[in-house]
């Protein structure tokens, strides 16, 4: 059966978790997958993609203060009508919420991390999940970092304060995958 979502199953198909729960959370998503709308924000789960933004000379990693979540996070979002493959979504987020016009996947084009994180209610949806598939983008450029508006400053850390900044165990799962290749 052809899937509508093809960059996103390629993505998944060579995707190897690293844990008992990020491969049951990859099982679920790939059963999204081709159930359907994968994308589609209707659902009670529905991907997202998100990166962690670092520079490789300094060492550093980007966190955005998330103002409904009220909470430092990873940059990164849903995709818009025709977006399939995770990577471009998180690029497009990524310099939109940072203005960062130079973001690159890095060190290579993988997921870092998939995870699916409870989304709680809010003033127009429901509580739901997003099957968030996590890259590592970096820039060249740290200084020429701009927030989206001012109520989602953004911060330069070291991968180890920013483990200690944020609050949700997943993103520090996350960045604790990305640490060791800062130190490389």
């Given at each position: 059966?052809?899937?509508?979502?093809?960059?996103?199953?390629?993505?998944?198909?060579?995707?190897?978790?690293?844990?008992?729960?990020?491969?049951?959370?990859?099982?679920?998503?790939?059963?999204?997958?081709?159930?359907?709308?994968?994308?589609?924000?209707?659902?009670?789960?529905?991907?997202?993609?998100?990166?962690?933004?670092?520079?490789?000379?300094?060492?550093?990693?980007?966190?955005?203060?998330?103002?409904?979540?009220?909470?430092?996070?990873?940059?990164?979002?849903?995709?818009?009508?025709?977006?399939?493959?995770?990577?471009?979504?998180?690029?497009?987020?990524?310099?939109?919420?940072?203005?960062?016009?130079?973001?690159?996947?890095?060190?290579?084009?993988?997921?870092?991390?998939?995870v699916i994180v409870p989304v709680p209610a809010g003033d127009r949806e429901p509580a739901h999940e997003h099957a968030d598939l996590r890259h590592v983008l970096a820039t060249a450029v740290p200084d020429s970092v701009r927030p989206e508006n001012p109520d989602a400053p953004l911060r330069?850390?070291?991968?180890?304060?920013?483990?200690?900044?944020?609050?949700?165990?997943?993103?520090?799962?996350?960045?604790?995958?990305?640490?060791?290749?800062?130190?490389?």
């Amino acid at each position: 059966m052809a899937t509508t979502h093809p960059a996103l199953a390629d993505v998944l198909a060579r995707h190897e978790p690293r844990t008992t729960a990020e491969r049951a959370d990859t099982d679920r998503v790939r059963a999204l997958v081709a159930a359907g709308d994968a994308w589609g924000r209707a659902g009670r789960l529905h991907v997202t993609a998100s990166a962690v933004i670092v520079h490789p000379d300094s060492g550093r990693v980007l966190l955005r203060r998330h103002p409904r979540h009220r909470s430092w996070l990873l940059v990164g979002g849903h995709g818009d009508p025709g977006e399939d493959a995770p990577l471009d979504v998180a690029l497009r987020e990524g310099r939109e919420e940072t203005g960062l016009a130079d973001l690159a996947p890095w060190p290579d084009t993988a997921v870092a991390h998939l995870v699916i994180v409870p989304v709680p209610a809010g003033d127009r949806e429901p509580a739901h999940e997003h099957a968030d598939l996590r890259h590592v983008l970096a820039t060249a450029v740290p200084d020429s970092v701009r927030p989206e508006n001012p109520d989602a400053p953004l911060r330069w850390l070291t991968p180890r304060a920013a483990r200690e900044t944020v609050t949700e165990a997943n993103v520090r799962a996350t960045l604790e995958r990305v640490a060791p290749l800062l130190e490389r």
